[in-house]
């Protein structure tokens, strides 16, 4: 099956710097990927959508210049969370699509920030 | 608007059945699917419905019923490990999941 990938699984980082998610899609071209956000005991959040080549969609009340998308090829797409505060503190995942509707999800990245 | 029902929380007993219901509005429709997630991990894909009737996949079976908006998890023979969120979500006419808040299933021996 279709296999995503993201590094790192956990981060841990200071308010005030900036983190990077990797996404990859492992075994297919990803023509589409998903960042979503989740909260303890809360459903996913869809932040934002990006297509390869073209800039991302962020979805209602996300900030684009705080959480940036960059979807540079059909196999990877990163996020990076800037300016990082308590309250971005969540668990990240991202899901590729290749043609069909199915996402396959990454494993997801805990993000920590203190 | 477009709005995913199910319920917050359901519990069952090990080696018994449990139905996981969803209704759905959505500005278009274009399937729907189940996913099933454990505490501090992503989503795993169950199964996915476009057309009307049971999907029997396993232990796991999924119903839809586009005229009623409508749809149900069936997991039969339940083991102590199926204990964890299941999430419904409709795909809408621009092919964007739509997400319900996810039904919580505690298994007890």
């Known amino acids: 099956g279709a296999v995503v990938s993201q590094h790192p699984s956990w981060v841990i980082c200071k308010s005030g710097t900036s983190v990077k998610i990797e996404c990859r899609s492992l075994?297919?071209?990803?023509?589409?990927m998903f960042w979503y956000r989740q909260f303890p005991k809360q459903s996913l959040m869809l932040m934002a959508t990006?297509?390869?080549?073209?800039?991302?969609?962020?979805e209602q009340g996300v900030e684009k210049d705080k959480f940036l998308i960059n979807h540079a090829s059909l196999t990877l797409s990163t996020l990076t969370v800037t300016s990082a505060h308590p309250e971005d503190s969540s668990f990240y995942i991202c899901?590729?699509?290749?043609?069909?509707?199915?996402?396959?999800f990454g494993p997801g990245t805990r993000l920590t920030v203190t | 608007g477009q709005n995913i029902d199910q319920p917050t929380e359901m519990t069952a007993t090990e080696g018994a059945i449990v139905q996981i219901n969803c209704t759905y509005q959505?500005?278009?429709?274009?399937?729907l699917f189940w996913y099933q997630q454990h505490a501090g991990e992503a989503p795993t894909f169950l199964s996915y419905?476009?057309l009307d009737g049971l999907e029997e996949k396993g232990r796991f079976s999924s119903f839809l019923s586009r005229s009623k908006g409508y749809s149900y998890l069936l997991l039969k023979e339940l083991q102590m490990k199926d204990s964890a969120s299941y999430l419904c979500?409709?795909?809408?006419?621009?092919?964007?999941?739509?997400w319900g808040a996810g039904t919580k299933l505690i298994i007890k021996p």
């Open positions: 899901s590729a699509r290749e043609r069909d509707y199915e996402q396959y």
């Open positions: 075994d297919f071209q990803a023509t589409t």
């Open positions: 990006s297509n390869e080549g073209s800039k991302a969609t962020y």
């Open positions: 959505t500005s278009g429709f274009n399937g």
């Open positions: 419905n476009v």
């Open positions: 979500a409709g795909v809408d006419s621009n092919y964007q999941l739509i």
